[in-house]
Nanobody, 115 residues
Framework: QVQLVESGGGLVQPGGSLRLSCAAS????????MGWYRQAPGKQRELVAR???????TYADSVKGRFTISRDNAKNTIDLQMNSLQPDDTAVYYC?????????WGQGTQVTVSS
């Protein structure tokens, strides 16, 4: 069982930055692939970025060059550094942990980009 708790969301102006964090419970965190997903009102949940247990990263085209995902296996955390935020980035952001058939989600944190 893995529990995930996101933090760091909020209101930011266009062009600004935010850093999201996800803290995970469990002693085998390092084995899990981790990801950040987002869901805007009226839209499906979509992948933002993911990072494998070995540190390989994948990004959605819409965030490449602006967002950076990282993990700290010693602290059982992953972060998402978001720069040059735009109104289209407004969504609830979710942390996900997955390994084989195991799949866990956090409760989500709201990110609002508005002037």
């Amino acid at each position: 069982q893995v529990q995930l708790v996101e933090s760091g969301g909020g209101l930011v102006q266009p062009g600004g930055s935010l850093r999201l964090s996800c803290a995970a419970s469990g002693s085998i965190f390092r084995l899990y692939a981790m990801g950040w997903y987002r869901q805007a009102p009226g839209k499906q949940r979509e992948l933002v970025a993911r990072i494998t247990s070995g540190g390989n990263t994948t990004y959605a085209d819409s965030v490449k060059g602006r967002f950076t995902i990282s993990r700290d296996n010693a602290k059982n955390t992953i972060d998402l550094q978001m720069n040059s935020l735009q109104p289209d980035d407004t969504a609830v952001y979710y942390c996900r942990a997955f390994l084989s058939a195991s799949n866990y989600w956090g409760q989500g944190t709201q990110v609002t980009v508005s002037s």
